[in-house]
């Protein structure tokens, strides 16, 4: 236990070190925030998507794919380094040297979800509205949990298979993939067979999970083609959204711990 808390603490004091992990993963969901808002209050007529209670799922989910990014990249560096072969030399063992990579970016990930739900709060409180009670925002952080899992995932893979230099190019476009499939200001709900292709990706189905549960708008459409706003409730399609993201969790991580693994007995050899 000792050797994996100081595993760590090194990944930890590896990511604190690094400029880009605040910029990335502290300053993007304030930016973000902060610019569709001026945007918001600067436009006449807005789509809810543009709303901030729908906006904070969705910025929270692409702002984990920078956790894939940043995950990639220091895994990858290490092996560029050569530093994981001499680790691999010493006592640890698979799953401690993926628990030591994958609790910083964990940690980091929910400092994330605080700093976006905190912008809902401020923002709301500026308009003087309730954005969320605190049950809300608990699950709302816990129902995060499985698509951050993912994308940590996805960095550890990527830093796996790929040097330094593949592995932020690869990351890069999963990230773009993350904003346009998840939804986070693209309103997918009018978008007819777009959305029910990304409904099959674990993006979409996290971001309307979260706006679900923050009772978030959205353009309903009626038999005339009239639209009107109305509020994200839980229903049948939240529970095929949880299955979604559990599946994917189960699937990407099983792959990376895998790969891992087989990764370090060819170094090994």
């Known amino acids: 236990m000792k050797r994996t808390l100081l595993f760590i603490k090194r990944n930890f004091l590896e990511m604190v070190r690094d400029p880009l992990v605040y910029i990335f993963c502290a300053g993007f969901p304030i930016a973000m925030c902060l610019l569709f808002q001026l945007i918001v209050r600067n436009t006449s007529e807005v789509l809810p998507t ?3 209670k729908s906006l904070v799922p969705g910025i929270s989910i692409f702002s984990y794919s920078l956790l894939m990014l940043m995950g990639g990249l220091l895994i990858s560096k290490d092996r560029t380094s050569a530093f994981l072969r001499r680790l691999f030399t010493s006592p640890l063992k698979s799953y401690q ?4 990579y994958f609790v910083p970016f964990f940690l980091i990930g929910i400092v994330q ?3 976006s739900l905190s912008m809902g709060y401020i923002f709301s409180a500026i308009d003087g509205v309730l954005f969320a009670s605190f049950p809300q925002a608990l699950l709302f952080i816990v129902s995060m949990f499985p698509i951050m899992i993912i994308n940590i995932a996805l960095g550890m893979i990527f830093g796996t298979l790929m040097n330094d230099k593949s592995a932020p190019a690869i990351s890069s476009i999963f990230v773009s993939a993350s904003g346009i499939l ?5 309103p997918l709900e009018t978008m007819g067979g777009f959305e029910t292709f990304a409904k099959f990706l674990p993006f979409y189905p996290s971001t309307s999970l979260g706006r679900m549960i923050l ?3 959205y353009l309903s459409y009626d038999a005339n083609g009239v639209a009107s706003v109305i509020s994200y409730t839980f229903n049948n399609d939240g529970i095929l ?3 979604n993201a559990l599946v994917y969790m189960v699937v990407i991580v099983s792959l990376s711990l895998v790969l891992f693994k087989k990764k370090m007995s060819s170094d090994r050899l």
């Open 50 to 52: 543009f709303s901030i």
């Open 113 to 115: 979800t605080l700093i």
């Open 182 to 186: 998840g939804g986070a200001w693209m």
């Open 241 to 243: 959204y949880i299955v």
């Open 215 to 217: 009772g978030a708008p």
């Open 97 to 100: 040297f993926i628990i030591g």
